[in-house]
């Protein structure tokens, strides 16, 4: 297990003189952290790790400024030299040094005055263990660095929290096949088994390989490969395409969601065609309420509010009356109280003069008399019992009136609504809202249409793989016909056994390591990131990894970015599992983005999955590194760092926690 | 320094129906593959272990 022991800055950017950071290769403390405020040098750290190692300052590439660090600059004298040095010691404990890697450049003063690098002056080097357990120059510094931080796949184990949150927004096939590929030594096999088909060759003497037979099946194989490279090509550009519309798609849709933000043109109008239902139902019952509201006239004690109603009543009364179930005395008490009231019943002044009082008396007048009006008149007390009657109903009408007053108002209140609305849905730019939908819509089809067209290709170029690989099979066996020599044959043989077992495994162990690494990342990212709308994650047959919800729809893009970052880092340790990947992890601003509710679950969930594994943490003082989070990983921290933006001088300061 | 060889690929050539010398000699050229800074002559050291598993070979036959 190769761990970093220990590394010295000097004169690197904020690290002024020799600064010597030591870490801990304890399995058990195997956290180490080095925190900073805003400026303290945390990604300059990691810019060192990454110049000395490969040469390039990731985080500085638009920087001017130079390497040297200030102080050491400002006290060069003319024509004195001041060196930058990194150097990074790696082992597996603090005496037991396997691997040193050390970068220099050297600056000095010119004759103006200015501090500039020493043409080249800069030298990396490395020293490796031999057999003997000595430490030796390796022969090329590059390769050795490659073979333990394997620059390509650089982000693999140098974790930058603000670009994994990003890391699947693009590219998410591409980058999800080779980071399984490049973790998991599979250029290795790759390598082996070109090797194994060259050397094959060589067993075939140089007048043999003209053979006619041979040279067919080569033909065959040639335009095969040649066929199967056209492809990868059109591959390569549709893919080109695919993640093109994707883009766009991913715009276009974030674009619509702003402008539902305003409000859903959908919902408001859904809204609308609510109240409009409401509207109709309350305009009827305010109809039906309307006609009932005469329905009294038929129980026997007229109630009259207005002419109309009057002129109305009095048309029921008569038709009441010529039925006979109506007695005519009733008629005339009736029009005699209005006309001794005035308005006791009717809303309708019965004003002297008035009209409505001219027609009420011309009426009356021609009400013809019963043979029981004598006796009707003289019961006083049964005419006062009907005018409390009458005051009951007017009672009840009154709550009649109410119930008719409580619908206008609902309807009234219905109709504000809709007219808000309708102001709503105006100012949603309906235009633009369906063109932004409806390209939406297209570049959704285009993704779908080249995604299908990958596939396509993609099965086209495993049916030519085939076809070559049979054609390669035949190849052998001219080839093992032509071989002579029985104990080339047999070592041919060998080569070739070899051969196919090799080209079989690539292709099942790319399908085995791809469900694995499937798994253990839905297992950690189950335990480290609080969404429950995300049922499992998946890697599709194209690479393609997807959050997946009930209903089996990929909502990766509506993942917020803390949970986009739990689920890189989820897939980046799931890889790191299956890869034998033995650097450590130097992780920078891994805690920055995770909602402050499910930080403790990340960090359990990081204490669980990061075991046997030395982690460098680069972390903010305060934000990322308070007291909470140094009582959650205290029984696994080893080394503490704080870099100290000095206030006087522009250095940081190094101090070392216990 | 070596780089480690795929755990998962080593398994399959152990549970694998190769001879015990195909088998060796499979992962002798993936350790050749793995050995940090040694590039070229990859030819050279593949005949050699060709050889040496041939001669296994040759040695089960004889004892067979």
Not at chain 1, 229 to 244: N, S
Not at chain 1, 596 to 607: M, V, Y
Request: glycine share 4%.
């Amino acid at each position: 297990m190769t761990k970093i022991l220990n590394i010295n800055i000097e004169n690197y950017r904020p690290f002024y003189g020799h600064n010597n950071f030591e870490f801990s290769t304890s399995d058990e403390k195997n956290f180490n952290v080095i925190f900073a405020g805003t400026g303290g040098g945390k990604t300059t750290f990691l810019d060192a790790i990454s110049w000395c190692l490969f040469g390039k300052e990731p985080h500085k590439e638009l920087s001017t400024e130079s390497m040297l660090n200030d102080i050491a600059d400002a006290k060069l004298k003319n024509k004195d030299t001041a060196d930058v040095a990194i150097e990074i010691f790696l082992g597996n404990k603090q005496d037991e040094i396997d691997c040193v890697f050390r970068r220099r450049i050297t600056f000095f003063k010119n004759s103006l005055g200015k501090v500039v690098p020493l043409p080249n002056s800069e030298h990396f080097s490395a020293k490796i263990k031999d057999t003997r357990n000595n430490l030796i120059d390796a022969a090329d510094a590059n390769i050795s660095a490659n073979y333990v931080f394997p620059e390509k796949i650089q982000h693999l184990f140098m974790f930058d929290g603000e670009k994994l949150e990003t890391f699947f927004d693009s590219d998410n096939m591409k980058k999800t096949e080779n980071a399984i590929k490049d973790m998991t030594q599979m250029d290795q096999l790759d390598n082996a088994i070109s090797h194994l088909k060259n050397v094959s060759r060589e067993f075939v003497s140089k007048k043999d390989q003209e053979n006619s037979e041979l040279a067919e099946v080569d033909a065959y194989i040639g335009g095969l490969t040649s066929r199967i490279a056209d492809k990868g090509l059109q591959k390569k550009e549709t893919e080109f395409k695919r993640d093109d519309a994707k883009t766009n798609f991913d715009q276009l849709d974030e674009k619509l969601r702003t402008l539902n933000s305003k409000g859903d043109l959908e919902q408001l109008l859904a809204e609308q065609r609510k109240f409009e239902e409401k509207r109709s139902d309350l305009t009827k019952r305010l109809a039906d309420l309307e006609n009932r509201k005469f329905d009294h006239l038929l129980k026997g004690i007229p109630i009259i509010f207005c002419r109309t109603e009057l002129e109305d009543a009095i048309k029921k009364i008569d038709k009441k009356y010529e039925s006979g179930e109506l007695p005519p005395d009733v008629k005339i008490e009736f029009i005699d109280k209005l006309l001794q009231k005035k308005r006791c019943i009717c809303h309708t002044d019965l004003i002297d003069g008035s009209a409505a009082r001219k027609f009420v008396e011309a009426y009356r007048n021609k009400a013809p008399l019963s043979k029981y009006e004598p006796d009707i008149r003289k019961c006083h007390s049964e005419i006062k019992i009907m005018i409390r009657g009458i005051s009951s109903f007017f009672e009840k009408r009154k709550e009649f009136y109410q119930q008719i007053n409580e619908i206008k108002d609902q309807l009234f209140d219905t109709r504000q609504i809709l007219e808000k609305l309708e102001k709503q849905i105006e100012n949603i730019d309906d235009k633009e809202f369906q063109s932004v939908k409806a390209m939406r819509e297209f570049a959704l089809r285009e993704f779908q249409k080249y995604s299908t067209k990958v596939g396509e290709i993609t099965s086209s170029i495993h049916d030519d793989e085939l076809s070559k690989l049979a054609f390669e099979k035949a190849r052998q066996k001219i080839e093992k016909k032509l071989i002579k020599n029985d104990e080339m044959k047999k070592k041919f043989e060998i080569c070739n056994t070899a051969l196919n077992f090799l080209q079989e495994s690539q292709k099942s162990l790319l399908i085995e390591l791809k469900t694995d690494i499937e798994t253990r990342t839905n297992e950690i990212y189950k335990k480290s990131v609080l969404e429950p709308r995300v049922e499992k994650i998946v890697i599709s047959e194209d690479f393609e990894l997807q959050a997946l919800d009930s209903n089996n729809e990929n909502i990766y893009p509506q993942l917020s970015k803390g949970q986009k970052q739990g689920l890189a880092t989820a897939f980046m340790i799931a890889l790191r599992k299956d890869s034998d990947f033995e650097s450590p992890i130097l992780f920078d601003y891994p805690l920055g983005r995770i909602d402050p509710d499910t930080r403790s679950e990340f960090i359990k969930a990081l204490k669980n999955i990061l075991t046997g594994v030395q982690v460098l943490f680069f972390l903010i003082g305060g934000t990322e590194w308070s007291d909470s989070e140094k009582i959650q990983m205290k029984d696994r921290l080893g080394i503490v760092y704080e870099l100290k933006k000095s206030k006087i001088e522009k250095r940081s300061e190094v101090v070392k926690h216990a | 320094m070596k780089i480690k060889i795929n755990q998962r690929l080593l398994n399959k050539i152990s549970n694998s129906d190769l001879d015990d010398p195909i088998k060796k000699f499979v992962k002798n050229i993936l350790e050749i593959e793995s050995e940090i800074g040694k590039g070229g002559q990859f030819s050279e050291k593949y005949k050699a272990e060709i050889e040496k598993a041939y001669l296994l070979l040759e040695r089960t036959d004889k004892n067979d």
